[in-house]
């Protein structure tokens, strides 16, 4: 079984600022992926990032980045230029590579953008 | 637009109840997944369907059932509804299963009174 665990409840930002979200996970397996969703109040999740365990390059979108420490089994998502769009649920998830699983996800993280 | 349709989006009803959710996959997409996020459980994966057939069960109760059909649409169908169904359902579909990224449509809001 695999869990995930964001330790932070809420962050609050300066818009343009950089701020950085963290996440923590487990697994027994070594075929797995990480994902961050973002949930806006419309409620709709809409995918950030994604990283595969096996790359060591850390992924990147636009002003999103990620900081993948597989040992430590970390994985943070640090926003760049803080924008007032950014504000949303975080979710951290992981997903079996195995082929017949679903995502397992995080508490969350609220994000409030200060402008 | 994630390209995933959910109907309804809202549905209201009474304990004891039985309901019917409906989730149509992106174009090309053979994989359907659903998920129920509450406030006491957080996003629960819930059952995924690939292909017309189940292939992995998460925390789904024996009250509630899904299926995909031929045109590889899904319908979610809770029944004996409880207080503490109420929630946002969620489908989701991908490309395959494994590891293809999974794209939510925009939820089912259902209450229960």
């Known amino acids: 079984a695999q869990t995930v665990t964001q330790s932070q409840p809420e962050m609050s930002v300066q818009e343009a600022e950089t701020v950085t979200l963290s996440c923590t996970y487990d697994?027994?397996?070594?075929?797995?992926?990480l994902f961050w969703y973002k949930q806006p109040p419309s409620r709709q999740m809409i995918l950030v990032i994604r990283?595969?365990?096996?790359?060591?390059q850390n992924a990147t979108e636009n002003r999103f980045s990620v900081n993948f420490q597989k040992a430590a089994k970390s994985f943070s998502l640090k926003i760049s230029d803080s924008q007032l769009g950014d504000a949303a649920m975080y979710f951290c998830a992981s997903l079996s590579g195995g082929g017949a699983d679903g995502l397992t996800f995080g508490k969350g993280t609220h994000l409030i953008i200060q402008p | 637009d994630s390209g995933v349709t959910q109907t309804p989006k809202h549905l209201i009803t009474a304990t004891g109840q039985r309901v019917t959710l409906r989730c149509s996959p992106r174009?090309?997409?053979?994989?359907v997944y659903w998920y129920q996020q509450s406030l006491d459980q957080g996003l629960q994966f819930l059952i995924q369907?690939?292909?017309?057939?189940?292939?992995a069960k998460g925390n789904i109760l024996e009250r509630f059932s899904a299926q995909q059909f031929p045109d590889l649409h899904s319908e979610l169908n809770l029944s004996s509804l409880e207080l503490g169904d109420s929630a946002l359902y969620f489908c989701?579909?991908?490309?395959?299963?494994?590891?293809?990224?999974?794209?939510f449509g925009p939820g089912t809001r259902l209450t229960v009174l």
């Open positions: 369907y690939y292909n017309g057939e189940e292939r």
């Open positions: 990283q595969e365990a096996y790359k060591q």
């Open positions: 989701a579909s991908s490309v395959s299963g494994g590891s293809y990224t999974q794209y």
């Open positions: 697994t027994s397996e070594s075929d797995y992926y």
């Open positions: 174009s090309g997409d053979l994989s």
